[in-house]
């Protein structure tokens, strides 16, 4: 079955820097989400990026963070300038379509944990 | 706003048992669809099963089965005949009809006991 992978699975960073969290979505899907779970916190809808543009976006998702398909295969979220309060998991997903959102419905990857030290 | 609320950080059930995973959510939209996912350890969440909240019967997947009370705003998971590979964490999600986003309950950590 496929699966949208992520990579890194653990990445640490000192504040102030930049990070980027890839991943490779299902390969005939359109739709690419991210999220994010900081830890005993809910999972959070970060934006939703479709046809290269961002289809949806949250409050959390500030000039801080920006999302890219630099190629056919890869989706990425840059973090600019980490904050400690960055640190949780941040989840990818994808979807073939975002039409009827229930019957299309949304792959997620395994996660990226970031740590913001 | 919309919210989704699992009340249950952790349940344990003996293998062969029955669990009820218990999920509430908060909207006053009419067109929605609610979602069970699983996480098992290290690995991505998959879909368990999905409800359309215009749909009255009760969704079931197998050993997996919903109880959907739309009045009451509650989506329970109920799992017959449970198995070790069913630990997990198990969250709950809404997503409103025309938007890209689903929201998520904080998740149950499912263990089960051989």
């Known amino acids: 079955e496929p699966e949208v992978t992520q990579t890194p699975s653990h990445q640490v960073t000192q504040m102030g820097q930049e990070v980027i969290l890839r991943c490779v979505p299902i390969?005939?899907?359109?739709?690419f989400y991210w999220y994010r779970q900081i830890l005993g916190q809910k999972v959070e809808f970060l934006v939703s990026?479709?046809?290269?543009?961002?289809?949806?976006k949250s409050e959390i998702f500030d000039d801080q963070f920006s999302v890219e398909r630099p190629d056919g295969s890869n989706f990425t979220l840059k973090i600019r300038s980490t904050k400690l309060e960055d640190s949780a998991m941040y989840f990818c997903?994808?979807?073939?379509?975002?039409?009827?959102?229930?019957?299309?419905?949304?792959?997620f990857g395994a996660g990226t944990r970031l740590s913001v030290l | 706003a919309q919210t989704v609320t699992q009340s249950q950080p952790e349940m344990s059930v003996q293998e062969a048992e029955t669990v009820t995973l218990s999920c509430t959510y908060d909207?006053?939209?009419?067109?929605?669809?609610l979602f069970w996912y699983k996480q098992p350890p290290s690995r991505q969440m998959i879909l368990v099963i999905r409800?359309?909240?215009?749909?009255?019967q009760n969704a079931t997947e197998n050993r997996f089965s919903v109880n959907f009370q739309k009045a009451a705003k509650s989506f329970s998971l109920k799992i017959s005949d449970s198995q070790l590979g069913d630990a997990a964490m198990y969250f709950c999600?809404?997503?409103?009809?025309?938007?890209?986003?689903?929201?998520f309950g904080t998740g149950t950590r499912l263990k089960v006991l051989a």
């Open positions: 997903a994808s979807s073939r379509s975002q039409k009827q959102i229930g019957k299309n419905i949304q792959y």
């Open positions: 390969s005939n899907h359109l739709y």
């Open positions: 990026f479709y046809n290269n543009e961002i289809s949806e």
């Open positions: 909207t006053s939209e009419s067109d929605y669809y």
């Open positions: 409800q359309e909240a215009y749909k009255q």
């Open positions: 999600a809404y997503a409103l009809s025309g938007t890209y986003k689903y929201i």
